[in-house]
């Protein structure tokens, strides 16, 4: 089923895609003219796969739930914010914030991201292609984040349980983010990430891994100065 | 939050549909700033011409353009809107200090070959009422403004002009403004509102004025202005885009062959031609990107 932004409303493309007759067999839609719009996508909550031609705005495919959405483009800030599960694949690049304080599911972006990629990430699969920009990984909680470019600054700041895969340069880590051993459950998690972004395996070896040096979780009576 | 725009165009095949592109561009950023509007065009230069651009409080234009040609010789009035273009071979400073006893006159911006125009209300009015989409020339800033720092007036808005042929629109805020404001005053900088928009254009001007580049008084600016910010500043040769270290305010930049043109998202350049085979990036932060002649 094809849906014209530029002959059928926002609202009504997207209400449209919440609300599918679970009985019926349309389950592949394609979105056109997206122009940069807002909001596309958001809420979805069916095993449906959309395709979207074209460039998006903020937010796009953000709380998704079991859909599987593709742009062929670049998106804004946001794409697939809070996600709890599901997959949003991105052809392009995507904005600030990619998979912010997202619970689940897959995102895979082939070009770069900006700043704050997996800001506050609850568990999301989030796999670029590309380099991400500064600050991400920020408090990460917890998932995956898999960089096959470089990371900019402060990578990784107050991150709690999430795991960071590299392969490229890390400009600078944040605090209480630290490089750490891979041992063969986080190879093994990271080989499934790659074969899910179509990544070939080989390239666990070049990859480095970071995580939290737990320092930051309770009180240290040396910095009772600083309070 | 505020929107912001830009587009320098390169080839020439385009500049008659200037205007046209703005248009679109101020349209879609409305949503971003419902308060006022604001843009400069940048037009080919009129050698021992100068343009001022004047907000006027009247709608005597007749008998305004008449007291004026008795004090300057060869004056040509054009008027827009609430906004008069006023061009005379008579040099800056002697013609602002005649502006200066007409109360109900108020410069906007001069040089060369900029025109400014800036005016309360929605943004899809303003640029209605100026005709922007008639407009022409090889490159224009415009900016949507949601007021945070300074009250919803016409001397509020954007683009600020502080010099000749200069330009700046701003999303974000700076909290050093009054010091700063201060020490360009003493300088002899002379900046007439109290938005920080305005100190950071006088700190460009003063930039400039030190024989400085635009892009040394760009990247001289993230050591020296505090706060958040995405500039897109305009000169006669070109315009410039930086956003600063922290980078919260947005900035996507699209590139062809024809032209570049500079928003706060993508949305505002969806109506240009083949925006979707253009080169498409974010600005990186504490980075000044710059296009020009």
């Known amino acids: 089923m094809n849906l014209n932004l530029k002959k059928e409303s926002l609202r009504k493309v997207n209400e449209t895609l919440q609300s599918i007759d679970r009985k019926s067999n349309k389950k592949i839609f394609k979105i056109s003219n997206p122009d940069g719009n807002h909001a596309i996508c958001a809420g979805l909550k069916d095993e449906i796969e959309v395709t979207i031609d074209g460039h998006t705005g903020y937010y796009c495919a953000g709380m998704n739930m079991n859909a599987n959405i593709i742009v062929n483009g670049n998106v804004g800030t946001g794409v697939a914010e809070n996600m709890m599960s599901g997959t949003v694949h991105v052809k392009g690049n995507a904005s600030q914030s990619a998979g912010a304080t997202a619970h689940g599911g897959t995102l895979i972006i082939d070009g770069d991201t900006s700043s704050r990629c997996g800001i506050s990430m609850k568990g999301i699969d989030i796999i670029v292609k590309g380099s991400v920009g500064h600050m991400s990984a920020f408090m990460a909680q917890s998932g995956n984040l898999v960089i096959c470019g470089d990371a900019g600054d402060a990578l990784g700041d107050s991150i709690y349980e999430a795991n960071i895969f590299i392969k490229g340069k890390v400009k600078s880590l944040g605090a209480d983010c630290e490089e750490k051993k891979m041992n063969k459950k986080d190879q093994n998690i990271l080989r499934s990430l790659l074969k899910k972004a179509s990544i070939n395996e080989s390239e666990i070896k070049n990859f480095k891994m970071y995580g939290s040096a737990r320092k930051l979780y309770n009180f240290n009576i040396d910095n009772v100065s600083e309070y | ?293």
């Open chain 2, 1 to 293: 939050m505020c929107g912001i725009v830009g587009i320098y165009l390169k080839n020439k095949k385009y500049n008659s549909q200037l205007g046209k592109f703005l248009t679109g561009m101020m349209n879609s950023m409305a949503t971003r700033g419902p308060d006022s509007a604001g843009f400069a065009i940048y037009s080919s230069e009129k050698k021992k011409k100068y343009k001022y651009s004047v907000c006027s409080n009247t709608d005597q234009v007749k008998e305004i353009s008449k007291k004026l040609s008795k004090q300057v010789k060869d004056i040509k009035v054009k008027s827009i809107s609430d906004h008069l273009i006023i061009e005379t071979a008579m040099k800056p400073k002697k013609f602002i200090e005649i502006l200066k006893n007409h109360d109900e006159l108020s410069l906007v911006g001069y040089g060369s070959c900029i025109e400014i125009f800036k005016q309360v209300g929605n943004p899809k009015d303003v640029v209605k009422n100026f005709s922007l989409e008639k407009f022409s020339g090889s490159h224009a800033i415009g900016h949507t403004r949601m007021a945070t720092e300074s009250a919803i007036t016409t001397d509020g808005s954007h683009p600020y002009s502080t010099g000749e042929d200069e330009c700046l629109v701003h999303n974000g805020s700076l909290s050093n403004h009054n010091n700063l404001r201060r020490s360009l005053q003493k300088k002899g900088i002379e900046i007439k509102s109290l938005n920080d928009t305005e100190v950071a254009a006088g700190y460009i001007s003063n930039g400039l004025s030190d024989k400085k580049s635009l892009k040394e008084t760009l990247l001289d600016g993230l050591k020296d202005l505090d706060g958040f910010y995405t500039f897109i500043s305009g000169t006669k040769n070109g315009m410039a885009i930086v956003r600063d270290e922290i980078a919260c305010k947005p900035a996507v930049v699209a590139e062809t062959k024809d032209y570049v043109a500079i928003a706060s998202e993508f949305q505002a350049m969806a109506h240009l031609p083949n925006v979707n085979s253009a080169k498409i990036f974010e600005p990186e932060p504490g980075k000044v990107y710059s296009w020009g002649k």
